[in-house]
């Protein structure tokens, strides 16, 4: 038995890509147009409370008097970074009131982070001292790169027990009173 | 003097190929798209540090604060003059959609990005960072470059 095919007749639809290429590239056009590559950025992150100020300029404490706690402010280790004329660092001192013990005035950048790291670390790792915090008091005139410096020299210390010092909070030095 | 029209055939080019090509491209550039770049200015300066570490804020909520060289706060494209007005909002939408109550601390779930211009001022960085601590923000990325040659 033999079948009959019948070709059936049908017309060859022709797709108009034309409007779709069109589209195509001025999507791809405003791609490249608005691309950017990305840039290479770090972080260095803090877990800061809320700092309390504990002496001004002049070394002098600005508590509020209230604090009955003896205990209160002990673990904190203060360093105090003053600016110098041109808007950088220049004297950096660390403690409070009447122990206060210059940690860098002369000398680089570089040499001044350099000394504040060896001391911050000697003073880390005594195990008979309580500090685990650092507050760093910053007069408000210098540049935010010369602060990052400071901060990243704290984020590169470590507690006598090896843990890296995780606690660190700025404050903007308060005027002594003149 | 009249041209004579020829027997010419029709010249049509196969566009199939240069479309699949352009859609690869589209594919491509809508892949590696940083939606996130849209919050950041990217005409700042930032501080180059040694030990800072890649920047990686995955899974928390981040409200991203640019700071220019004279100090002035842009988010989102839009310099803010009221920061304190601007993160106490924030810090309020997010108490909200966390249910959370006020005075809570935001630590848990949202980071502050802190973008400064290597040039601003500290008391400018410290005015924005305080301000956020204020309304209950405690955790802070500060934002920098890598020093050159130390990339990842």
Redesign the interface.
């Known amino acids: 038995m033999s079948r009959k095919k019948k070709k059936n007749q049908h017309e060859e639809v022709t797709l108009n890509?034309?409007a779709?290429?069109d589209m195509?590239?001025q999507?791809?056009a405003y791609?490249?147009l608005?691309?950017?590559s990305?840039?290479?950025?770090?972080?260095?992150?803090?877990?800061?409370?809320?700092?309390v100020a504990v002496s001004d300029k002049k070394g002098k404490d600005v508590g509020d008097g209230t604090n009955k706690d003896p205990l209160k402010g002990l673990d904190q280790l203060v360093v105090n970074v003053y600016s110098d004329k041109a808007?950088g660092i220049g004297q950096i001192t660390s403690g409070k009131k009447d122990k206060i013990t210059e940690v860098a005035s002369k000398g680089t950048l570089e040499q001044k982070m350099a000394r504040l790291k060896r001391h911050l670390q000697e003073i880390l790792n005594d195990p008979g001292l309580p500090f685990d915090k650092v507050a760093l008091q910053?007069?408000?005139?210098?540049?935010?790169?010369d602060?990052?410096?400071v901060?990243?020299v704290c984020?590169?210390l470590k507690l006598h027990d090896g843990k890296p010092l995780q606690n660190v909070t700025?404050?903007?030095l308060p005027s002594g009173k003149k | 003097m009249s041209g004579s029209v020829g027997g010419a055939e029709a010249a049509e080019p196969n566009l199939v190929p240069i479309l699949d090509m352009v859609f690869q491209l589209i594919t491509f550039f809508m892949l590696v798209i940083n939606v996130k770049a849209a919050t950041m200015d990217q005409t700042l300066q930032l501080p180059v540090v040694g030990s800072a570490a890649p920047a990686d804020s995955t899974g928390l909520r981040a409200v991203v604060l640019n700071i220019n060289g004279e100090g002035d706060v842009n988010i989102g494209g839009v310099v803010q003059t009221d920061i304190k007005g601007y993160v106490s909002n924030e810090a309020d939408q997010i108490r909200l959609q966390d249910g959370l109550k006020k005075g809570d601390d935001l630590s848990t779930r949202t980071i502050v990005v802190v973008r400064g211009d290597k040039r601003a001022k500290f008391k400018s960085v410290y005015a924005v960072v305080k301000a956020c601590q204020e309304v209950g923000f405690h955790r802070f990325s500060y934002m920098t470059t890598f020093e050159p040659g130390k990339e990842p």
């Open positions: 890509l034309t779709m290429l195509a590239f999507l791809l791609l490249i608005t691309f950017r990305p840039s290479v950025e770090a972080q260095i992150a803090l877990r800061m409370p809320d700092p808007g910053i007069e408000g005139d210098i540049a935010y790169d602060v990052m410096q901060v990243d984020a590169q700025f404050i903007e």
